[in-house]
């Protein structure tokens, strides 16, 4: 209706408002608003307010189909927002943007091994939540271990953990990383995700302290801390 469009309209005016609290009210009402807004939250991707685009982003994850155009800009945002908690926010939201099982794993597995921690555990707590939907980003994380950067072997480490029992073919290397690991931290997060990927890790961490002596002890702490709490890295 007319008085609709004037709603929308006046909405819309109050995005560029100097003060942050019109302009985040004036996005939360958009996106009450779902389908008859959806064309105007899109705009809101673009706005220069982090908080607004977290918004906008929300409420067009509620709709029940948006633009392709859309999902681009969303997309866009998981990978290069300049703000750590608004690329989480994105990362969050990807699974419900109807994109194919292919490409929303393959973003999210990147999205893994984001600088911000935030955003690398938006990203594993995602995967996770696919089940074995999200079966293929166990090789890809799983060749990460090797990597020369620790970051990016602990950020691994901790998406496989978090994946849970789906990651079960990587639990050999995961052993094998935290047998040759001599930094504290780095074997605790190892640790972590060998419990948290279930207790039928032990007998094959049991198998690899017998063949490899000299890890015996590391393996044993292992373990002993499956019952501490989760470790990030």
Do not use: W
Not at 33 to 41: F, N, Q, R, T, V
Not at 118 to 147: C, D, K, T, Y
Not at 208 to 222: D, I, K, L, M, N
């Amino acid at each position: 209706s007319h008085d609709a469009e004037k709603v929308v309209e006046t909405l819309v005016e109050r995005l560029d408002d100097p003060d942050d609290s019109v302009r985040l009210q004036a996005a939360s009402s958009l996106a009450r608003l779902g389908p008859a807004a959806a064309k105007e939250l899109e705009q809101a991707l673009a706005s220069d307010d982090p908080a607004v685009q977290a918004i906008a982003i929300r409420g067009l994850a509620d709709l029940d189909q948006i633009s392709g155009s859309a999902v681009e800009q969303v997309v866009a945002l998981a990978e290069n927002a300049s703000e750590p908690s608004l690329r989480a926010d994105a990362v969050v939201v990807l699974p419900r943007l109807g994109m194919s099982k292919e490409s929303l794993v393959a973003r999210l597995t990147d999205a893994a091994f984001d600088e911000d921690a935030e955003v690398r555990r938006a990203a594993a707590f995602a995967l996770r939540r696919m089940g074995r939907e999200a079966s293929s980003a166990v090789a890809p994380l799983a060749n990460e271990l090797e990597n020369s950067k620790p970051s990016r072997r602990l950020a691994a480490a901790y998406a496989l953990g978090a994946m849970g029992e789906v990651s079960v073919s990587a639990v050999p290397r995961i052993i094998e990383v935290l047998g040759m690991s001599n930094d504290p931290h780095e074997r605790d997060v190892y640790s972590d995700a060998l419990r948290r990927i279930g207790p039928a890790v032990v007998s094959e961490i049991l198998l690899a302290s017998s063949q490899r002596p000299q890890a015996a002890r590391v393996y044993s702490e292992a373990i002993a801390s499956f019952g501490a709490n989760a470790v990030d890295p």
